[in-house]
């Protein structure tokens, strides 16, 4: 009983020393300022073990062999040839190593090398058959964003298809409907793999040519990328996976394409989100109207004169404008931080459009 009372005394003795001590001493475990703050950063990867389920998001994209891009640009309208009538289509998935800028490269997974992967441009109405073989190191699909297609050809895996195992060959054919601007991505752990670069434009132009067919027509597909330690991620927006790179065109500024036009020419972009953040473009010194939505045409009398125009994930707008004024214009994202190279300015989501006599 003794014993137990001396120790009581003791522990309530100890309890009313720390309480003085913290009373009289600097809290030294709260920070003075910012600069002080303990650094809290998530390392892409660590959060596997917490959620097996995440497991494949958080690694880094990587394939054996994996070999530099033979192309420098993507996009470009892709050869095909015709049979009985359908235009027939080939396209192979693969790993590559792709520069995004002067000194970044990142391990891409990619159709036929590039990125964005080609551009399929065929005329509504047309037989399209396109035959995919995957030489990507895990399985994949292909899904035709906005293209009216049947059912079976919609590029689900498990709903619609079988994943396209490794070295497998999978055909998709269908009627190019409706006319507009349209994607193709992958469907498979389309976090990941869109995020490394599976991705391309898919043009259906309209049967009748158009009334009044723009001097210059591009595709400017935005996306994200990160680069941490040499090793490449899908971006996407959770801790640790923010991007630090970001890419019109699989490039980032300065490497990002100019785009020279003859003052007084009609000028027609065509934005496509396919990463996964919201860019709020900014055109500098034009305004434009916007006369697509997601590969539909916007009547005349409903076209919004703007020159801000937020792309989220998914989304298309073709924007037309008349280059009125010659100089030097940029065009980027308003989230300034997206036209930073892994947080230096400037970079990421610009580009100029040069607009002379
Ligand atoms: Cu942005």
């Known amino acids: 009983m003794k014993t137990k009372t001396i120790f009581f005394a003791l522990g309530i003795l100890a309890l009313i020393l720390s309480a003085c001590a913290s009373a009289t001493q600097p809290d030294i475990a709260m920070p003075m300022n910012n600069n002080d703050a303990p650094m809290m950063t998530v390392t892409p990867g660590s959060m596997m073990a917490e959620n097996p389920e ?6 880094p994209i990587t394939a054996p062999n994996v070999q530099p891009a033979t192309e420098s640009t993507g996009g470009h309208p892709l050869e095909f040839r015709e049979e009985n009538g359908i235009k027939i289509f080939d396209l192979t998935t693969k790993a590559v190593q792709w520069e995004i800028l002067d000194g970044v490269t990142v391990t891409a997974y990619t159709y036929n090398g590039t990125v964005p992967g080609p551009m399929i441009r065929v005329t509504e109405g047309d037989l399209v058959r396109i035959i995919v073989k995957n030489e990507l190191p895990d399985p994949t699909t292909i899904h035709w964003h906005g293209v009216e297609v049947p059912n079976a050809m919609d590029g689900v895996p498990g709903v619609t298809q079988d994943p396209i195992q490794p070295g497998e060959t999978f055909t998709y054919e269908f009627t190019a409907k409706p006319a507009g601007s349209f994607m193709y991505h992958s469907h498979f752990e389309g976090d990941v793999q869109v995020g490394a670069g599976l991705y391309a434009p898919f043009i259906i132009d309209s049967k009748e040519p158009e009334a009044n067919p723009p001097a210059v027509d591009k595709v400017l597909m935005i996306s994200e990328v990160r680069m941490t330690d040499g090793q490449t991620y899908a ?7 923010e991007p630090n790179y970001f890419t019109i065109n699989g490039k980032s500024f300065p490497a990002t394409e100019t785009i020279t036009v003859k003052k007084g020419d009609l000028v027609r972009l065509r934005l496509m989100g396919i990463g996964q953040f919201i860019h709020p473009m900014h055109l500098h ?3 434009f109207k916007i006369t697509a939505t997601d590969g539909h ?3 005349e009398a409903a076209q919004l004169t703007k020159d801000t125009i937020s792309v989220a994930p998914g989304e298309r707008y073709n924007i037309e404008f008349i280059a009125t004024e010659t100089g030097q214009w940029m065009l980027h994202c308003h989230i300034l931080h997206h036209t930073t190279n892994d947080n230096v300015e400037p970079g990421g989501l610009m580009l100029m459009i040069n ?3």
């Open 54 to 59: 995440a497991a494949h998001m958080m690694e």
């Open 297 to 299: 045409p916007v009547p």
């Open 235 to 241: 971006a996407m927006p959770m801790g640790g996976m």
């Open 285 to 287: 010194g034009m305004p």
């Open 355 to 357: 607009v002379v006599e």
